[in-house]
């Protein structure tokens, strides 16, 4: 369906975390015909952040945006949760897949974000600032007047703020009684770094509590490279600060490790190598726990989202990614600037019935996780024994993908340059791309075609490493006797070489021995790992790597087919308005012996 679009609407979202980018994007895809400005103080991306997941009706909204494999792909990869005590003896342990500690949609935040913000910037209407903040706001019946610290002002149709727990927006937004006794202390500081991963590490998020309230956790990172550490300080009940962890937040990032230093080197278990690593790492976060409850989160033209207008425990990246899709959709109804404030407020009222069930921390939380006694420890251990071994956990709601409370909503689809993926059995979806004059990947990893997916050609500028079927097994998995057969493979994004699509393209990087008669040779593959003497630009698609912010080319790594011996070659893209049209041309390497490819010998090509 084609929607006729309203007048071009100015918007600010002050915040460019999850809740803020999560709302650009669905903003860009309603009728608004909006520009969007997300407006973050921070002068770059934040990369630091804990260990969070995504629950319910969130994960079919991640779905819709074409995301949920590159969050699957950027798991953690935690296999389950162990209490342990000062001697890494497991007290109790919660597996992978049997509870509520860890689950497949366990991500990074900055990988989350990450995400986020390159789905919306995808977008023709959205903008990104870094380095400024909003200093005052002023209303009237039609717009919203907004001055920032850099001296610029602007006008804008209606302004969010989603700027977390500590949001300064709130305060220019809400007035002081509406604003009175809203953020609530629970009595707890929590530190977030990374520290080398040494090989004695497990793929376990590990959980050791000393007297005093501490706590020390070790999760795995998926780089393999790094393990994520957490240093908790809590004090006895909600509201009650300490002194020496106050003065330390004040004082900044030094004065804070000084301060975990005092509080930890004693603290038994692995505090001393944590607490080392801290001072190597380039990436420590200190915060306060907090809750935020207010009577109201809109006024007018303005909005609080997310955390700003409702942080809580465990869920808040949820009712952040829920809200935001919420709110764009109820604004995707009004006819004009007038029908803002209404709709901000029909949101409100029908998002509360959501967030709602979710206001209330769990009974005793902070407090009694973090005991400050040894006997207190060893009480809280026993019933987490007991809940480990009764399997008591299982009574929770499981996580799954949850579209029954969600609202349909009409998004604009505009005309789109797609990428055709046979991969397996997993069925990914697609999102409005923009990458006009480049080259995608287009594999068929064999089976039937009934087998076809369709992803949007840019996921590959944020892809890292997918999920790999189990049934593929990669060489390394064969020549080192391992029989891991679900291991992650990297995946490329093409660079553009050409202007036009008429050339094939020579294919470097995996091959097998299709034809050998054993099986155990059949399944040894080798990888090509540099570009052939006589590759040119016409020949040859020439594949980018993302490491973080760093860059590097090599050629095409495709999967292993081992029950045919085919790949499919990288292809053009080609535009199309239809939503589910495959497309791309696809042409076949029948590869020969590994002995006898390029460098190894000959190859065949068969368009």
């Known amino acids: 369906m084609s929607l006729s679009k309203t007048p071009q609407l100015k918007v600010l979202i002050n915040g460019a975390g999850i809740a803020g980018s999560n709302l650009a994007y669905w903003l860009a895809r309603t009728r608004l015909n909006a520009s969007i400005t997300v407006l973050e103080r921070s002068p770059s991306p934040r990369t630091t952040g804990q260990s969070i997941e995504i629950r319910g009706a969130a994960i079919s909204i991640v779905e819709k945006m074409g995301l949920l494999p590159s969050v699957l792909a950027r798991n953690t990869t935690e296999d389950g949760t162990r209490l342990v005590n000062a001697s890494n003896k497991i007290i109790a342990e919660f597996g992978k897949g049997d509870n509520r500690f860890t689950s497949e949609y366990e991500i990074l935040r900055a990988d989350l974000c990450g995400l986020f913000v390159d789905a919306s910037k995808s977008m023709e209407n959205v903008n990104y600032v870094y380095g400024d903040y909003v200093t005052a706001v002023e209303q009237t019946d039609k717009k919203v007047d907004v001055t920032f610290n850099s001296g610029a002002k602007d006008s804008f149709d209606f302004i969010v703020g989603a700027d977390g727990s500590t949001s300064r927006i709130r305060s220019l937004i809400l007035d002081e009684e509406t604003r009175k006794d809203s953020y609530n202390f629970i009595g707890q500081y929590i530190a977030y770094f990374s520290i080398p991963r040494e090989e004695s590490d497990t793929k376990h998020w590990y959980w050791y509590n000393a007297p005093r309230g501490l706590g020390l956790m070790t999760r795995p990172h998926r780089n393999g490279k790094t393990t994520g550490c957490y240093m908790c300080v809590t004090t006895p009940a909600h509201g009650q600060r300490d002194p020496l962890a106050e003065a330390a937040m004040d004082g900044g990032p030094e004065k804070q490790k000084e301060f975990l230093h005092a509080t930890f080197h004693d603290a038994g278990w692995q505090a001393k190598r944590i607490l080392a690593g801290m001072d190597g790492c380039d990436d420590f976060y200190m915060s306060r726990a907090a809750y935020v409850k207010l009577p109201t989160w809109t006024n007018n033209r303005a909005v609080l989202l997310g955390d700003a207008a409702h942080a809580t425990f465990g869920v808040g990246v949820t009712l952040a990614v829920e809200g935001a899709y919420h709110l764009a959709g109820e604004l995707s109804k009004i006819e004009n600037s007038d029908g803002i404030p209404a709709a901000l407020k029909l949101w409100e009222e029908n998002f509360r019935k959501i967030q709602g069930k979710h206001e209330s921390l769990p009974p005793g939380f902070p407090q009694l996780a973090f005991p400050q006694t040894a006997w207190g420890i060893k009480v809280r251990d026993t019933l987490a024994w007991t809940i480990g071994k009764t399997k008591a956990y299982k009574l929770l709601p499981e996580d799954k993908p949850d579209d029954s409370k969600l609202q349909n909503y009409e998004w604009i689809t505009t005309n789109r340059?797609?990428?055709?993926?046979?991969?397996?059995?997993?069925?990914?979806?697609?999102?409005?791309?923009?990458?006009?004059?480049?080259?995608?990947?287009?594999?068929?990893?064999?089976?039937?075609?009934?087998?076809?997916?369709?992803?949007?050609?840019?996921?590959?500028?944020?892809?890292?490493?997918?999920?790999?079927?189990?049934?593929?097994?990669?060489?390394?998995?064969?020549?080192?006797?391992?029989?891991?057969?679900?291991?992650?493979?990297?995946?490329?994004?093409?660079?553009?070489?050409?202007?036009?699509?008429?050339?094939?393209?020579?294919?470097?990087?995996?091959?097998?021995?299709?034809?050998?008669?054993?099986?155990?040779?059949?399944?040894?593959?080798?990888?090509?790992?540099?570009?052939?003497?006589?590759?040119?630009?016409?020949?040859?698609?020439?594949?980018?790597?993302?490491?973080?912010?760093?860059?590097?080319?090599?050629?095409?790594?495709?999967?292993?087919?081992?029950?045919t011996g085919k790949v499919y070659l990288a292809q053009c893209a080609e535009r199309d308005t239809e939503a589910n049209k495959h497309i791309g041309k696809i042409v076949t390497a029948d590869w020969g012996f590994v002995t006898s490819l390029p460098r190894y010998g000959k190859w065949t090509y068969k368009p």
């Open 417 to 563: 340059w797609r990428a055709t993926i046979v991969y397996g059995c997993t069925i990914y979806s697609g999102v409005d791309v923009k990458p006009p004059g480049s080259f995608y990947l287009v594999l068929y990893c064999g089976g039937k075609w009934d087998r076809v997916l369709t992803v949007d050609a840019d996921e590959w500028d944020i892809w890292n490493k997918v999920y790999v079927p189990e049934l593929y097994t990669f060489p390394e998995d064969v020549e080192d006797g391992t029989k891991d057969t679900c291991k992650p493979l990297d995946l490329w994004y093409p660079k553009p070489v050409s202007s036009t699509c008429s050339t094939p393209f020579l294919p470097f990087g995996f091959a097998i021995n299709a034809d050998a008669s054993d099986t155990a040779e059949k399944n040894k593959a080798r990888f090509i790992d540099s570009v052939l003497p006589g590759a040119t630009v016409e020949n040859t698609v020439v594949f980018a790597k993302v490491k973080g912010r760093l860059e590097r080319t090599q050629g095409l790594i495709p999967p292993a087919l081992i029950d």
